[in-house]
Structures are given as C-alpha cells and as structure tokens.
C-alpha cells in the first residue's frame, strides 16, 4: 500500500502549538518565530482541508477536527521516538562484525582483539571468514580486512606494515615454502600451503623458509619462533581495515579502527 505523504513540519508545529494553546509559546519551544509558526499551521491547514484552531475571546483553542487526530498524532511521535532509540541501540551495542582472511584472524586479529576486550569487558565479536570478496550487504558487516594495494569501494584505513619478510627456524634448511601469492624464491619447494598463516606454521616446524606478511609473522618472530632472513621487502600489498561510508561513520566501528591502528 502506497504511503500518504505526511506533512512532519508541521505536525510537529500543531503538536506544540496545541500543548500551549499559544503559537508564541510553540515558537519559543521550537525556537523559530510566532509568523513562522502560523504560517506552518495555515499550510498545514491547507494540506489537510481543515481548520485547526480558532481564535477566541479566552485566546486560542483547537476545533474538534484537530482534537480528533491529536491523540493519535502524539503517540506517533511517541513511536518516532521509540524508532529512533532502537536504531542507536545498534550503535550503541558494542557488538561488531568483522570478516577477514582466515590467516590473518589467527595469527593478528584475534590476539589484538583480546587485547582491546580486556580493556573494555562489554565488547562481542562476531568474527567470519572472508578470503575472496566481501558483501556487506549480504553478511550484515560492521568492518572488513581486505588484502590488496588500496581500500577498494569502500572508506579504509591501511595496517601498518614493514611489507614481505623471509622467516625460517633456527637450523632449517634452505627449502622454501610455497603458498598461492608467494613471492618467488630461490631453492626448492619443500611443501606447499594454502595460506601465509599455515606457511608460517610451517616455517616454526623446520619446514623451510617463507616469505609472507610481516604483520602475520611479527608475533612468531618476536617469540623466537622463527627468524628474518635478510631484509624486510617493501610491497605494494598490504592489509587495510575497510567499511562501506554508512558502518565506517558509525562511532563503534570508528573506535574499533583506532584500536586497531593503535
């Protein structure tokens, strides 16, 4: 059913009007002027084909059309009210969900989340797995991890990073472990993975050496797990925290990125 378009201005300006019994007092109240306030209750007059008050010797008074709906028209902005709280409910939740490969959940994100739920014990993650595109729409996203040269479509914040390090554990050999999107190395392919995450599992188990993120290695290095050959490479990859412009403004979300780039 096609919705009547409802005249809100001024409904609102015969809400106030008809609790003060004074379009000087409404004004006060909605802070334009008593001209203003007329003028909104004749156009609305005009839209309805009522007429909404009558000026009297004991000053104004509603005709019995405008009492009629007045009733009803208050609960209205009643349940306004109502709707609106609902909605920043959502944004005051501390609920967030957040999707991010697989990889880098484990080995980055779920540790510096239990970093930041330990300073604010109300935080909830939902945390899903997304190592292909990313529907907001779809997955009822409020952030996303993406891997790529920029934040795409979307608003995005980069994750700092030295780029690529070659990690290896102490006395393994000069083998190298494979992944899909690896960079090329020298030296036999000992065993292949499915991710940076596992090639750095491997990596720790003498498997070899490999050559991944260093923002998913930096914990198994600064264990001793495993230790950087070489230099760090600079690349044109990285991590970045990403959101469609609506999550990204939402005030939990923001929050949550500035912990995150902390």
Do not use: C
């Given at each position: 059913?096609?919705?009547?378009?409802?005249?809100?201005?001024g409904?609102?300006?015969?809400?106030?009007?008809?609790?003060?019994?004074?379009?000087?007092?409404a004004?006060?109240?909605?802070a334009?002027?008593?001209?203003a306030v007329?003028q909104?209750?004749?156009?609305?007059?005009?839209t309805?084909?009522?007429?909404l008050?009558?000026?009297t010797?004991?000053?104004?008074?509603?005709?019995?059309?405008?009492?009629?709906?007045?009733?009803?028209?208050?609960?209205?902005?009643?349940?306004?009210?109502?709707?609106?709280?609902?909605?920043?409910?959502?944004?005051?939740?501390?609920?967030l969900t957040?999707?991010?490969?697989?990889?880098?959940?484990?080995?980055?994100?779920?540790?510096?989340?239990?970093?930041i739920a330990?300073r604010d014990?109300?935080?909830?993650?939902?945390l899903?797995s997304a190592?292909d595109a990313?529907?907001?729409?779809?997955?009822n996203?409020?952030?996303?991890v993406?891997?790529?040269?920029?934040?795409g479509?979307?608003?995005?914040?980069?994750?700092?990073s030295e780029?690529?390090?070659?990690?290896?554990?102490?006395?393994a050999?000069?083998?190298?472990?494979?992944?899909p999107?690896?960079?090329?190395?020298?030296g036999?392919?000992?065993?292949?993975?499915?991710?940076a995450?596992?090639?750095?599992?491997?990596?720790?188990?003498g498997l070899?050496?490999?050559?991944?993120?260093?923002?998913l290695?930096?914990r198994?290095?600064?264990?001793?797990?495993?230790?950087v050959?070489?230099?760090?490479q600079?690349?044109r990859?990285?991590?970045w925290?990403?959101?469609?412009?609506?999550?990204?403004?939402?005030?939990k979300?923001?929050?949550l990125?500035d912990?995150?780039t902390a």
């Amino acid at each position: 059913m096609k919705r009547t378009h409802l005249p809100l201005n001024g409904l609102r300006v015969l809400d106030a009007a008809a609790r003060h019994l004074s379009f000087t007092r409404a004004a006060d109240e909605l802070a334009v002027t008593p001209a203003a306030v007329g003028q909104q209750v004749r156009a609305l007059e005009d839209t309805l084909g009522v007429v909404l008050f009558r000026r009297t010797t004991r000053g104004l008074e509603l005709t019995p059309e405008a009492e009629a709906g007045l009733g009803a028209l208050r609960d209205g902005f009643l349940q306004f009210e109502e709707a609106v709280r609902a909605m920043q409910a959502g944004q005051s939740s501390k609920s967030l969900t957040i999707a991010a490969p697989r990889d880098l959940t484990e080995k980055w994100l779920m540790p510096r989340l239990a970093e930041i739920a330990q300073r604010d014990g109300e935080l909830r993650f939902i945390l899903l797995s997304a190592d292909d595109a990313i529907d907001f729409t779809e997955a009822n996203l409020d952030l996303a991890v993406r891997w790529g040269e920029g934040p795409g479509e979307h608003e995005g914040e980069a994750l700092e990073s030295e780029g690529m390090v070659t990690i290896a554990a102490p006395l393994a050999g000069d083998a190298v472990i494979g992944w899909p999107g690896a960079p090329g190395g020298d030296g036999p392919t000992l065993v292949r993975v499915a991710d940076a995450g596992l090639a750095i599992d491997a990596a720790v188990a003498g498997l070899g050496r490999a050559t991944v993120p260093e923002l998913l290695a930096a914990r198994a290095i600064a264990a001793g797990k495993v230790a950087v050959v070489g230099d760090a490479q600079p690349s044109r990859l990285g991590y970045w925290l990403v959101a469609p412009l609506p999550q990204w403004r939402q005030a939990k979300v923001r929050a949550l990125v500035d912990a995150l780039t902390a």
